[in-house]
Nanobody, 125 residues
């Protein structure tokens, strides 16, 4: 099984920035799409940003939710099996638990979704 560990959450004032990181470990054959989701209290988990494995060379392989477009930037390092989320101009409505997600493939399991434990982001107004 692949484990995902997030870091970089915390408390920040509105207008500030945070950078979230997620590292995958374990027996890794191939990680395809990676992404960040968030869940605010009383709300459903929602996609924030996603990036394909070949994002550098393929157009349309990075997606953002409308609410974060222009403020957040997702990036990944395939050699290190990491994905990052740079969050700028944070707003109080960005407050949520942020989860790292990865589409993992192994010969034994085929494709499955791996999730991190979540990291809290709190934006004070």
């Amino acid at each position: 099984q692949v484990q995902l560990v997030e870091s970089g959450g915390g408390l920040v004032q509105a207008g500030g920035s945070l950078r979230l990181s997620c590292a995958a470990s374990g027996v890794i054959f191939r990680i395809n799409r990676m992404g960040w989701y968030r869940q605010a209290p009383g709300k459903q988990r929602e996609l924030v940003a996603a990036i394909a494995r070949d994002a550098i060379t393929r157009d349309g392989s990075i997606n953002y939710s409308d609410s974060v477009k222009g403020r957040f930037t997702i990036s990944r390092d395939n050699a290190k099996n990491t994905v990052n989320l740079q969050m700028n101009t944070l707003k109080s409505e960005d407050t949520a638990i942020y989860y790292c997600n990865a589409d993992v493939w192994t010969p034994a399991t085929g494709s499955y979704a791996a999730w991190g434990q979540g990291t809290q982001v709190t934006v004070s107004s």
